[in-house]
């Protein structure tokens, strides 16, 4: 089975940064949309930013835009998300996601994306 893997997250002071990664043994990502979604306690699950396969569209949330960025890195197999100017309403588990259909739109839809990471805790607090 496919595996994505988040990495990168962590305690940080409101104002801060972070960057988040995923990764994948199985696949090479190059070739797939990515997409980084986020989740709260009690609430539902956020889509923030989207890349397309060939890295030459990307897509972003309201929330997060101006403050995340995302990219690739494919020499490493790996999306980032940099997290910049954080703030404590952006505690939440971050997950990316992607999907078998190589030719996807990029979209910030749960239902859009059958494969996903676990997920990597990102804590702003002071």
């Known amino acids: 089975q496919v595996q994505l893997v988040e990495s990168g997250g962590g305690l940080v002071q409101p104002g801060g940064s972070l960057r988040l990664s995923c990764t994948a043994s199985?696949?090479?990502?190059?070739?797939?949309?990515i997409a980084w979604f986020r989740q709260a306690p009690g609430k539902e699950r956020e889509g923030l930013s989207c890349?397309?396969?060939?890295?030459?569209?990307?897509s972003y949330a309201d929330s997060v835009k101006g403050r995340f960025t995302i990219s690739r890195d494919n020499a490493k197999n790996t999306v980032y998300l940099q997290m910049n100017n954080l703030k404590p309403e952006d505690t939440a588990a971050y997950f990316c996601a992607t999907d078998l259909n190589l030719q996807m739109r990029c979209k910030l839809t749960e239902d859009a994306y059958t494969l996903w990471g676990r997920g990597a805790l990102v804590t702003v607090s002071s």
């Open positions: 890349i397309s396969s060939n890295g030459g569209r990307t």
């Open positions: 199985t696949i090479t990502l190059e070739y797939y949309p």
